[in-house]
């Protein structure tokens, strides 16, 4: 009861904590609803559908869960006989998925599923998706197509498949999306088997039928159903879906490093405001135990409170949140939000474990505040340093250091979370130290205005020297402010002028040839510009593993394998590996794998090379006519021709690009995302450390309403007090900026100098002064508005 009471006493002393908390749990909660809601939901084109067999799963390199091994054909015709004598079951599908798309007036139909828009016409079953006029698709020149897209039956339409442009006939559509050919040209498209679809009769038991169908699969592979037949996604919603997670997985960090740096500093200042009536409650017997455990409870009522409050906030911003998450175009296509309870009990949990973590430095020191104390000024516990602070500021400085030389040597991959996470140590150890910087850096810039007579610079001076640890509480939220806008704008500049700049040096003198409305380059195209590199990806397995690991024994590893017609790789029956990915299988040069196709078969290589490590070149390496023989699905990726060559855009789908061109188009398909995201997340750091700051500031100015009495009752006028808050405020904004951007610019070095080894160029480091001036000036504004309006408040009440 008493813990109730001291919040409702001291609900203004609070209010900061419990704004703080809101905004934080609102940012989470939205994060966390609009996470749980994108979760992968089953395609309506396997709506129809009672269950789907998949063949066995292989890992990645670190054996995690990755691709299915597709079945081959002479493996798969038993399997599918054997389906579709299960009771239930009306039909056994065979469903294929590989490259179709229309070129109408000479160019491509915009179509972002066009990778995996071709099938056989028994797929059309699986939603089902029913003929609305015509018949099925009997000869390979054949195809039955969506209505909407407007082809009458009996005309002809150009088709891009993998071979390239092809004539067909349309016979037929129907009342959804696809290309359906006939089954004989769909499974020489897609040789592989990857999805067997059950087709249930009218009434059949879906339980019954599942538990049949994985006893006649065995251990050839899993039977899925419900909603587990979400597995199977177009590989253009599963990147729309990792972008948006990458995304919104980034502001949850965000909101909650600053949520807890925030919090705790709020409750620090608050804290130490109250010493003298915790030194009261000192001697009228109140153990430091019982102190400690007030501190800690109060938190856990301002945190439970706020968690409540920024709950219902957050879910309802999450609309908002997720139009411009659908503006960026990184949602799942008729994505739509669902509540569950778990983001809000997460939410909750974070929201008071926050300020309960946040409370716990302020209520040791409180226990530690003796009776005597109760007769002294708040401010007396505010000199200097402790030597717990020395040793966590200088320890945590050490490890922002190291991070920030790390940043200059860790992976592409892994570049930005370093700097970001370097960022963040450098902040907390700004934020640890700056009683230290507080009062030289107060009498450095005071000084100048020291000998003109008035009082206000002088008693700004006094302030800050005096109580460097309540100016430091005051400077947190403004050095989180600013560092991360510094940070986040700066890497963006950085990365804007570096990626650019290395591409094109890598392709100087070469033209490139990508694809342009299509999801890859045909062989057609390919044919067209006969000189250059024209890798061709493919995915393919292998179960050579090193010696020793025997978690992962007998399981596959899929591999990344790019076909080239480069005289290096293109050697039929041989393989060139990368050093890394040679060690990951455990091969060595001269050494035999067997490697198995998206057709299923199993083709024996001998490793001719192991190389050192080059993206350019690829990590397995082999013949393009094998590629092509055991994958007729597979896309040719940008091909780049040779300066002596010239290259052709006469195939529909294509641009030209000379070397600059290239490198700019390349880096701006992903710029609008990283540009928004930037913005995103100094939105949410600044705003956020600008409702702290200026909470922060009200605190503060409320705190100091007997120090206003003191010098309105010796002969301060009302004008004179508003423009010292003002001024010390100001001073305490620009000492938080400087920190914020000397912390900053380690991290943004060590990524430029990254930069510049990556990319083989003069990186330097960029910042975007347009960003800073603005993070600092409202954070200015906000704090110097919230102090002035608490001062001018707490004035003219002593005047009433």
Known sequence: MLILANVRERWSGFLGAFVAVLVGVALITTTLVIYDSAKAEVQPRYEGTAALALPKQAVDADGSPEDRMPWSKAEAEPIVSGLAKVPGVADAVVDRSFYAQAIKGGKPVTDEGALESGHGFSSALMAPYKLVSGRAPAAADEVVVDRALGAAVGS????????????????????????????????????????????????????????????????????????????LQPSYIEHKRFLGVQLISAMAILGLFTTAFVVASMLVLSTGMRRREIGLLRTIGASPKQVRHMILGEAAVVGLAGSIAGCMAGVAATPLLLSVLEGLDVTPPGMEVSVASWPLLTASAIGIGVSVIGAWTAGRKAAKVAPIEALLDSRSANKGMGRGRWIAGLSVLGLGVLMAIGTATSSADNRINMAIFATMTLIVAAALLAPVFVGPVGRLLTAPFQGSGKAAPVLIRAELVANPRRAASLVAPVIAAVGFAVLLSGMVETMRVAYPAGEALKVAGQTIVTPDGTPGNTDE????????????????????????????????????????????????????????????????????????????????????????????????????????????????????????????????????????????????????????????????????SVIAVANSMAMAAHGRRRDFGVMKSAGGTVRQLLLTSAGETTLVIVIGAA??????????????????????????????????????????????????????????????
């Open 739 to 800: 920190l914020g951007v000397l912390v900053t610019l380690p991290p943004l070095a060590g990524m430029a100098a990254g930069l510049s080894e990556a990319t083989s160029s003069d990186v330097g480091l960029h910042l975007n002064p347009a960003a800073i001036v603005i993070a600092v000036i409202g954070t200015l504004v906000a704090a110097v508005l919230a102090g002035v309006a608490v001062t001018s408040k707490t004035l003219k009440r002593q005047a009433a």
């Open 525 to 688: 195209v390919v044919a067209a510009n006969p000189v250059g590199k024209a890798a061709l990806p493919t995915r393919a397995f292998v179960e050579t593993k090193k010696a020793g690991d025997a978690e992962n024994a007998g399981a596959a590893t899929v591999l990344d394998v790019l076909g080239s017609r480069d005289p290096q790789g293109n050697k039929p029956g041989e393989a060139v590996l990368g050093a890394k990915k040679a060690g990951e299988l455990g091969l060595k040069q001269g050494q035999e794998v067997p490697v198995r196709f998206a057709d299923g078969a199993t083709v024996t290589l001998r490793v001719a090379q192991v190389l050192p490590d080059d993206p350019a070149r690829g990590d397995f390496v082999v013949a393009r006519d094998l590629v092509r023989a055991h994958d007729p699905a597979a896309l040719t990726d940008d091909i780049f021709v040779p300066g002596g060559a010239k290259a052709s855009d006469e195939v529909p789908g294509v641009a030209l690009h000379d070397a600059v061109e290239y490198a700019l188009a390349d880096y701006n398909t992903d710029a609008k995302l990283t540009d928004s995201l930037a913005m995103m997340l100094i939105v949410i750091a600044v705003g956020y």
């Open 156 to 231: 002809e339409l150009t088709v891009n498949i993998t071979r390239g442009r092809e004539q067909f006939k349309v016979v037929g559509t129907v009342d959804g999306p696809g290309y359906y050919f006939s089954e004989e040209f769909a499974a020489r498209q897609q040789p592989g088997v990857g999805t067997i679809a059950l087709i249930p009769d009218e009434g059949a038991d879906t339980g019954a039928i599942v538990a049949a169908a994985k006893k006649a699969l065995g251990d050839s592979g899993t039977v899925v159903s419900g909603d587990g037949r979400a597995e």
